[in-house]
């Protein structure tokens, strides 16, 4: 049988542990059972070349074994490097030339992702997925002088606050970068191909740089979360999807009223904008629209009257908006709507329970709807399925 996973863990306790196991004549120096220590981690315990997927978590080492490079990993797709606390340097990576997917998270003492890290003249020709996390001490990423990540698709940066650079990526597709340094945002606004962008947790982010959206023409879907400081929201013609996530800041007040310009959105997600009183009137010129969703609004009370504009919703769902009452009467004019979903607004709760709520009238055309997690349907999908029964019957 072939081996095509493999990985390698350490605890805590374990180079102690492997040290006195190995210990010799000279143990009290400590010199010979480190030299054996040594060889075990770079020698005995080296892969075998055919192995495709390899995860290395918590290796005690300060540089990484000798084994970690093309010639030994020729056929490696996936591989992860976690918690190698003690490791100052990256291993050389870019000459892996199947490597599809690479995360590395938990290393504490690297400052630096420099040159040894790319390696040839073309690093990194199969990479698609590239995730780093939780690097609290590097600084800088070198950029690179060689042709690299021409086929990276994804870009994860997440936990790195004093990273200032990056290399430049060709073909970026998706970005999710969080608790950074701000300057990475002016780094990210360099790239040309981005369709979807998550920018979150930046407490010092005044402002998205209009470069970022000019820059990229294909950004359709963009996310913000946890920017407590941001003063204004970017808005892009091209925008399919847009989610605002934990806003709790005095700034913003309103969402930018361009959003009628937002022609092509089909979703949007207004997530803990605490500060957040009415929807825009600018949302209602976009009749493409079909998902939105209100979380955690605290001072949203009502929906507008020209919600009756948005045909062609498909799903709404409100929840933790406990200060909204009622629903509008156009609510019921919107016939496309499939889906709609209520919780934690236990006003609103009422007034839609079936059959005798106040706003039951307005909601009950709407196939699917859920209370409180509790699934319902309307008196038309009801009709639907007793008509389906009968056919179904008189067949038999």
Same mark, same amino acid.
């Given at each position: 049988m072939q081996l095509n996973s493999l &990985? %390698? +863990?350490w605890g805590d306790a374990d180079e102690h542990k492997l040290s006195r196991s190995v210990r010799g004549p000279r143990s009290q120096t400590g010199h010979h059972s480190a030299g054996i220590l040594r060889y075990l981690l770079h +020698?005995?315990?080296?892969p075998n070349s055919r192995i495709k997927k390899l995860f290395v978590n918590g290796y005690p080492g300060t540089e990484f074994p000798d084994w970690m490079h093309a010639a030994a990993l020729c056929n490696l797709i996936q591989l992860k490097l976690a918690n190698c606390t003690n490791c100052e340097s990256l291993p050389t990576l870019g000459e892996l030339p199947l490597l599809k997917v690479l995360r590395i998270q938990g290393m504490d003492s690297v400052v630096n992702i420099g040159n040894e890290f790319f390696g040839g003249m073309r690093a990194f020709p199969s990479l698609t997925e590239f995730s780093l996390k939780d690097f609290p001490k590097l600084e800088t #990423?070198?950029?690179? =002088? @060689?042709?690299a990540f021409t086929c990276l698709n994804k870009l994860t940066i997440i936990n790195c606050p004093v990273l200032i650079?990056? =290399? #430049? $990526?060709p073909s970026l597709q998706h970005v999710e970068i969080r608790n950074c340094h701000p300057v990475m945002i002016r780094s990210v606004a360099q790239l040309r191909s981005i369709s979807t962008l998550i920018i979150g947790n930046f407490p010092e982010l005044l402002y998205i740089p209009k470069a970022l959206i000019e820059n990229n023409l294909?950004? %359709?879907s963009l996310t913000i979360s946890s920017c407590p400081e941001l003063r204004s929201l =970017?808005?892009? @013609? &091209? $925008?399919?999807? /847009?989610?605002l996530c934990h806003m709790p800041n005095y700034y913003l007040v309103s969402l930018p009223n361009g959003l009628q310009h937002l022609s092509a959105l089909k979703s949007l997600s207004i997530l803990s904008f605490t500060g957040l009183a009415s929807l825009p009137e600018g949302l209602q010129f976009i009749t493409t629209l079909q998902n939105l969703e209100i979380h955690d609004c605290p001072e949203v009370m009502e929906l507008p009257a020209w919600v009756e504009n948005l045909v062609s919703l498909r799903s709404l769902t409100i929840s933790d908006c406990q200060?909204?009452? +009622? $629903?509008p009467q156009g609510l019921q004019r919107l016939r496309a709507l499939q889906h709609l979903s209520i919780r934690g607004c236990p006003e609103l709760e009422k007034r839609c329970q079936r059959g005798n709520g106040v706003d039951w009238q307005k909601i +009950?055309?709407? =196939? /699917?709807f859920m209370l409180d997690h509790q699934h319902c349907s309307s008196d038309v999908t009801l009709l639907a399925a007793l008509q389906l029964h009968r056919h179904t019957s008189s067949r038999s």
């Open positions: &990985g %390698l +863990s +020698s005995i315990l080296k #990423w070198s950029t690179n =002088p @060689v042709e650079t990056m =290399p #430049w $990526f294909p950004l %359709l =970017p808005a892009n @013609v &091209g $925008f399919r999807s /847009y989610t200060n909204m009452k +009622s $629903f +009950s055309h709407t =196939p /699917y």
